[in-house]
């Protein structure tokens, strides 16, 4: 059992890492990625919400949607959870937090159209996960999409003092930067 939740986590975060193999996520990986003490915020963020959506929808899907044959709800409902989770979480950095709370700005209320986020709930239903494997699979998910955001933040640290050409600065080396981090994560491609 342990090793298998081992498989899945090193797989969502790694080998199947949401923003570099998926492509999903890539808002918030592009607007949050300038400080790597902001990445962390957001990804503690996303990694509570992809956590707990993970645990809600299964538990939505189990026990409601599908005994009541309501399945074509589904993406409906997982966006409802997905949203007070989010919200919920604001309410806590803003009072524990007030400068991560601004420096994440409008993209902690957009977690709630991250499509990592749905994309990992709807993914452990597909996969037929349970429990366990659904909570697991989605922290193994936000530590691949924290882990993406906080590579990117200090490469970008390091640009940011760098001599760049005018051209290239910004988002332009941003999107060159994240397809050489795509190519090297799709190095593990096999390896689980």
Same mark, same amino acid.
């Given at each position: *059992?342990?090793? %298998?939740?081992?498989?899945?986590?090193?797989?969502?975060?790694?080998?199947?890492?949401?923003?570099?193999? +998926?492509?999903?996520?890539?808002?918030?990986?592009?607007?949050?990625? #300038?400080?790597?003490?902001? %990445?962390?915020? *957001?990804?503690?963020?996303?990694? $509570?919400?992809?956590?707990?959506? %993970?645990?809600?929808?299964?538990?939505? +899907?189990?026990?409601? &949607?599908?005994?009541?044959?309501?399945? @074509?709800?589904?993406?409906?409902? $997982?966006? &409802?959870?997905?949203?007070?989770?989010?919200?919920?979480?604001?309410?806590?950095?803003?009072?524990?937090?007030?400068?991560?709370?601004?420096?994440?700005?409008?993209?902690?209320?957009?977690?709630?159209?991250?499509?990592?986020?749905?994309?990992?709930?709807?993914?452990?239903?597909?996969?037929? @996960? #349970?429990?366990?494997?659904?909570?697991?699979?989605?922290?193994?998910?936000?530590?691949?999409?924290?882990?993406?955001?906080?590579? &990117?933040?200090?490469?970008?640290?390091?640009?940011?003092? %760098?001599?760049?050409?005018?051209? $290239?600065?910004?988002?332009?080396?941003?999107?060159?930067?994240?397809?050489?981090?795509?190519?090297? $994560?799709?190095?593990?491609?096999?390896?689980?």
């Amino acid at each position: *059992m342990i090793r %298998s939740i081992l498989v899945i986590v090193a797989s969502a975060a790694i080998v199947n890492n949401f923003v570099f193999k +998926q492509v999903l996520g890539i808002c918030p990986f592009l607007g949050i990625s #300038n400080k790597v003490e902001t %990445s962390l915020g *957001m990804g503690a963020a996303v990694t $509570f919400v992809m956590a707990m959506a %993970s645990a809600v929808t299964w538990a939505l +899907q189990r026990y409601l &949607l599908i005994p009541l044959k309501l399945e @074509y709800l589904q993406t409906i409902m $997982f966006i &409802l959870v997905i949203a007070t989770l989010v919200q919920l979480v604001e309410m806590f950095i803003k009072k524990s937090s007030p400068s991560l709370y601004r420096a994440l700005g409008v993209f902690l209320p957009l977690i709630t159209t991250n499509c990592a986020v749905l994309g990992v709930a709807l993914l452990n239903i597909r996969s037929e @996960y #349970n429990l366990a494997e659904s909570v697991f699979n989605g922290v193994g998910a936000a530590i691949g999409f924290t882990l993406a955001l906080v590579l &990117l933040a200090g490469i970008r640290e390091r640009l940011d003092e %760098s001599e760049v050409s005018p051209v $290239f600065q910004g988002l332009p080396l941003a999107l060159i930067v994240a397809g050489i981090l795509a190519l090297a $994560f799709s190095g593990f491609q096999g390896v689980i």
